[in-house]
């Protein structure tokens, strides 16, 4: 048809980009607006702002966007005013929920009862965490305005003296391309460079929500850990030593440097022996338990030694540590509670623990099943439960027995009783001091709850800012300890009667 199409592509390509890139910026600067203050004043602005987003969203945007940009005429800041109109009220809608959960947050409750004002809450609450929601919001935007765009243009209503990618097939329907063998060229480039700014939009959106999100910045892509001969300490299974920890330091970065959470801390755990590592929030323990497992996250800085079994655990390959996490070792997470899928039955949960690492039948999988239950207390009835037909005490059961199907020889409880009332924590403690003697494991028990810990561990390690005060048997060590930090701890735990104190008396 003498059409030179590459140079249409190449002008059609600032229009179409023009109508999409103003059109999100309008989109979510308007929605944003209005999503946010809707958000955060509430009341009847809120309502009328919902009423009428509720309107926007019900109607037909085809016909809406045809009926406008009639009345309108053709052009391209009419098709930018139509694709905002149709745009703005989904993107408000969204950023509103974003900042109502900001909103309701421990933080900005407690700058409000402080007095903070609005303009304080808005800019160091509100706006950190809305901000990085307008990345993903812009670049959809982006992506919806072009396929508007063609769209439209596709129908006629575009400026018919403005190339555009949406234009070029228009006119190639118009001389019926799509009869003829020109539609080859006519046809397919244009629609190949939609697809192709759609898709590298969207890569680029992935790319700047995941610098911008501090949720998602502290997710990436681990490297498969290499093969490597595994380091020995076969004299440790000799002394009866089922996990070594030698010179452990685990630090993150801090204005351009490393700073250590955990710093040059050593102990072991002998087979059939509960340690317990107690401290204050933010010591480490949990740090610890993590580097154990080997699920430190990145950008953590990890140095020193663990052996398993004699076994250096740093040299382990991915498929080693997975049968090691589970079947060897189990590990009973802070608030576990809440680990248990609300929609799968307690059986289903409990054998997918165990398929991860043994090819049952269903017959000895039920068996294992109600065997573990039995041992934590549960009646076998409940395997057919949902978790929400259970209690906190009973929920935690289940955990404990997710730890305990694969019969691990170590058992790393972090902190098993948290979230739990004081009658249920006492009867959870003593349960798993019972199976420790039942079933001859190891254990690792770590809390902040010392009086829970002096009943269920015979060694203790006291552990403050990142690094080990002081180690020794737990009945000893609350008795004749020096240590200032051990005794103000141990000194801490209220007793039923007071201690009788002896006074001199001078003559």
């Known amino acids: 048809m003498g059409q030179d199409i590459l140079a249409e592509l190449a002008v059609g390509a600032r229009t179409s980009l023009f109508i999409g890139i103003a059109s999100a910026i309008l989109a979510v600067f308007i929605g944003g607006l209005i999503g946010v203050l809707a958000g955060y004043i509430g009341g009847r602005f809120e309502t009328v702002v919902l009423r009428i987003i509720d309107i926007v969203l019900t109607l037909p945007f085809l016909p809406l966007m045809i009926v406008v940009a009639v009345y309108m005429g053709a052009g391209i800041f009419t098709l930018v005013f139509v694709i905002t109109l149709v745009m703005w009220a989904g ?9 109502l959960s900001i909103k309701h947050t421990g ?11 609005h303009f304080y809450i808005f800019y160091k609450h509100i706006l950190p965490g809305v901000v990085p929601i307008f990345i993903p919001q812009f670049v959809t935007g982006v992506n919806a305005a072009i396929l508007m765009e063609s769209s439209l243009s596709f129908l006629g209503m575009g400026d018919p003296l403005t190339k555009s990618w949406g234009s070029i097939l228009f006119y190639a329907n118009s001389r019926s391309a799509f009869l003829t063998e020109a539609w080859v060229w006519w046809i397919i480039p244009p629609g190949v460079c939609i697809v192709i700014v759609v898709l590298a939009f969207s890569l ?3 790319y700047l929500e995941e610098r911008f999100n501090p949720r998602l910045g502290d997710y990436s892509v681990r490297e498969k850990r290499k093969k490597q001969p595994v380091k020995t300490k076969e004299h440790q299974s000799s002394k009866g030593i089922l996990l070594s920890v030698e010179s452990l330091t685990v630090a993150y970065p801090k204005s351009g440097d490393y700073r250590s959470v955990v710093d040059d801390v050593s102990f072991v755990v002998k087979h059939g022996e509960v340690l317990g590592i107690v401290g204050e929030s933010g010591s480490g323990k949990s740090t610890i338990a993590t580097a154990i497992i080997q699920q430190l996250k990145r950008p953590a800085k990890e140095s020193g030694e663990i052996y398993f079994e004699g076994n250096l655990v740093q040299h382990f390959g991915d498929e080693r540590l997975r049968q090691m996490r589970g079947k060897e070792i189990g590990y009973i997470a802070q608030a576990a509670m809440n680990a248990l899928n609300p929609v799968i039955r307690i059986d289903k949960q409990l054998q997918e623990a165990v398929r991860a690492h043994y090819q049952l039948s269903n017959k000895e999988m039920d068996v294992r099943v109600i065997e573990v239950l039995q041992q934590v207390g549960l009646d076998e009835k409940w395997r057919f439960a949902y978790p929400h037909e259970l209690s906190g005490g009973m929920k935690q059961r289940v955990i404990i027995a997710m730890a305990l199907i694969n019969k691990p020889k170590l058992v790393i409880a972090d902190e098993p009783t948290t979230g739990l009332d004081v009658i249920v924590q006492v ?12 079933l001859g ?4 028990y770590i809390s902040h709850d010392l009086p829970s810990v002096l009943s269920v561990t015979d060694r203790l390690m006291i552990m403050k800012e990142g690094q080990k005060v002081e180690e020794g048997p737990s009945v000893e060590l609350s008795k ?4 200032p930090y051990t005794r103000v701890l141990i000194d801490s735990i209220p007793t039923l009667y007071p201690k009788k104190e002896t006074v001199e008396v001078s003559r």
């Open 441 to 444: 494991i190891s254990m690792i």
């Open 427 to 438: 009867e959870i403690v003593q349960l798993l001091r019972k199976l420790q003697k039942e």
């Open 204 to 206: 680029m959106g992935y």
């Open 91 to 99: 993107k408000a809608r969204q950023i509103r929920a974003q900042t």
């Open 107 to 117: 933080p900005v409750l407690a700058a409000k009862t402080m007095g903070a004002s």
């Open 480 to 483: 004749v300890s020096t240590n």
